[in-house]
């Protein structure tokens, strides 16, 4: 069967779906709790599988305090919201900060912490959905919002996200997946550094952030900054060729801009092909493609070293700075407090919140 359910924590309900595509070239692994993705297995360019997904094997250890948002959906608030403040229809709203002066992912119960009621779909394509009711007032946001995503694993290898919500009262959003990818796979390479990443000409620049990780609100060049750039002659640039310009951050941890139809609802837009990552070490290359505006690169900078042991698909390998890169796709951070990027953010009631995200999967021999 194509999608398979196992209860792996009967006393905490938590269960574990797995989603394979009928060749078996892709199979994803999905919890209830967080709608994280704890596994994705591809073939190298050798035919070995590979688990290119940073996680866990046990539910407990994605509950340490020092989880960095392991493979989990990111609510009611992806990136950072400055000083933990936004205003809807004239009444400001206090969030708990999180980040330093930020309020980051939600708060300090987001999504990430939530369990999911989940529904199979479909086995053929493999597909679940996951939903969840936040209630008015939940971690300081205003209006109950009910979430719905769905995870499909396609015959052509790839994994399509889709995102929707509704408001009873107008409220602010902005949702993502926080997967950490390591296309060599941990165990054969501990850290992305040698990953090579590729950006196409969609990608149109990058925001520039204060010293609190905040846009400004201006929208900067390649040749503003060129350590930025993975684009023409720069395209296949290794992540960690150009650390020594990054050491405030340790790396990149910084929102692109592909576009700036700043609606609600993105999903009728067209999917847009923004990145190429491509691991040498094993031939996996993964395109990444997105009908939202912008994502952020991180670059795993603050992974604590020595606290998480990894999964027996990669040799139990402890992860460390630099496990795995995310490219969350998303709106800009701290749109509530930016006039010409809130209405991308501000989902009103009679309204709803949509967006898609694919990730597909090849190798290069």
Known sequence: MPVTKTTIDAANGIDQYTLINSAKTLSVMVLNYGGTLTHILVPDKNGAIRDVAVGFDDYEAYKNADNPFFGALIGRFANRIGEGKFTVDGKEYQLEKNNGPNALHGGLEGFDKRKWDVTILSEEPASIQLDLVSPDGD???????????????????????????????????????????????????????????????????????????????????????????????????????RFDELKSTNGYDHPYVIHKN??????????????????????????????????????????????????????????????????????NPDAPNKPDWKSSVLLKKGDTYGSKTVFSFGVRQ
């Open 139 to 241: 971690q300081g946001y205003p209006g109950e919002l009910k979430t719905t995503v769905t995870y499909t694993v396609t015959d052509d290898n790839a994994l399509e996200v889709t995102y929707k919500a509704v408001t009873d009262k107008d409220t602010v959003l902005n949702l993502t997946n926080h997967n950490y990818f390591n296309l060599a796979g941990v165990s054969q390479n501990p850290d992305i550094l040698n990953t090579q990443i590729t950006m196409t000409d969609e990608v149109k620049g990058f925001l520039e952030l204060d010293d609190n990780a905040l846009p400004t609100g201006k929208e900067l060049s390649w040749s503003d900054a060129p350590q930025m750039n993975f684009t023409g002659d720069k395209a296949g640039t290794t992540i960690g060729a």
């Open 262 to 331: 700043y609606g609600i609802n993105t999903s009728d837009l067209p999917l847009r092909k923004a990145v190429i990552a491509y691991a040498p070490e094993t031939g996996i290359q993964m395109e990444f493609a997105t009908t939202e505006p912008a994502f952020q690169l991180y670059t795993g900078n603050f992974i604590k070293s020595g606290v998480f042991t990894g999964k027996k698909s990669q040799e139990g390998v402890s992860y460390g700075t630099h496990a795995g890169f995310c490219l969350e796709s998303s709106r």
